[in-house]
C-alpha cells in the first residue's frame, strides 16, 4: 500500500516545492517576506507528515484522523498561497501553478477521508 501512493508521492512533491517557494520568499525574492512564508511552510509541509504518519496508523480511526489533519493543513496551505498571492509576493503564474498542485491534493484527501467514512 505504502510504495507508488499517489497521495504520499504528491504530498512530498508539493512540500518540495513549498520550501523552494519559501527560499525564494526569503532569500531570493527582492521584496524578503517571512511571515506569511513562515506560515505557508509549516502547513505546506505538514499535509505529507501527516500523510506518511496515516499510511503507518495504528487503526482504520487513526488513518482516518491524519488523513482529515492532512485535509485541513492543505486548506490552510491554500489561504497562505491566496494571500501571497493578492499581496504580489509571488507572481500569477507562480502562483496558478503551485495553487493547481494545492489543489488537486485537496480534491484526493477529500476523496480519501469520505471514503474512509464510509468503511
Known amino acids: 500500500m505504502d ?12 512540500a518540495i516545492r513549498i520550501i523552494n517557494l519559501y527560499k525564494y520568499l526569503t532569500i ?7 511571515v506569511l512564508s513562515k506560515q505557508v511552510l509549516r502547513s505546506g509541509t505538514s499535509i505529507g507528515a501527516n500523510v506518511k504518519e496515516a499510511l503507518r496508523g495504528q487503526s482504520k480511526a487513526d488513518f482516518r484522523a491524519k488523513m482529515n489533519i492532512a485535509l485541513k493543513e492543505a486548506s490552510e496551505t491554500e489561504y497562505w498561497l491566496e494571500l501571497l ?3 504580489e509576493y509571488i507572481s500569477k503564474e507562480s ?3 503551485i495553487i493547481s498542485d494545492n489543489v488537486e491534493i485537496i480534491k484526493i484527501l477529500t476523496t480519501i477521508v469520505k471514503n474512509s467514512q464510509d468503511e
Open 3 to 14: 510504495e507508488n501512493n499517489v497521495i504520499k508521492e504528491k504530498s512530498k512533491s508539493f
Open 28 to 34: 531570493n525574492a527582492s521584496q524578503k517576506e517571512y
Open 95 to 97: 502562483f496558478d501553478s
Open 85 to 87: 498571492n493578492e499581496t
